[in-house]
């Protein structure tokens, strides 16, 4: 069983710089692919990016390309975001995912990660 807990996110003014950060409980977390994704009340959940289980290898989603990084440390169970150049459209809750153990790919579809945390408020003021 594997548990998540995002932290890191706030109020930040338009062109600032958040890093979420990612805390796994559960042995099995570093066996599995990992993730980001972030949902309004308007929209669906949105793939933001993902990491392959040893960390080497991500993919990111077309809206924030450019502007996040995704990285991991297996040592500390956890996984990061650093997000830059934030837009108020940014303004989201953004959940950590977790895949099964020896799913190691990173992908965008949201009903493969089977762990999911509660999410993190990041808002951004214009």
């Known amino acids: 069983q594997v548990q998540l807990a995002e932290s890191g996110g706030g109020l930040v003014q338009a062109g600032g710089s958040l890093r979420l950060t990612c805390a796994a409980s559960?042995?099995?977390?570093?066996?599995?692919?990992a993730g980001w994704f972030r949902q309004t009340p308007e929209n669906d959940r949105e793939f933001v990016a993902a990491?392959?289980?040893?960390?080497?290898?991500?993919t990111y989603g077309d809206s924030m390309r450019g502007r996040v990084t995704i990285s991991r440390d297996n040592d500390k169970n956890a996984v990061y975001l650093e997000i830059r150049s934030l837009k108020p459209e940014d303004t989201a809750v953004y959940y950590c995912?977790?895949?099964?153990?020896?799913?190691?790919?990173?992908?965008?579809?949201?009903?493969?990660?089977?762990?999911w945390g509660q999410g993190t408020q990041v808002t951004v003021s214009s």
């Open positions: 995912a977790a895949r099964l153990p020896e799913r190691i790919a990173p992908t965008p579809r949201s009903w493969k990660y089977h762990y």
């Open positions: 559960g042995r099995t977390f570093s066996s599995g692919a």
């Open positions: 990491c392959s289980a040893s960390g080497r290898s991500s």
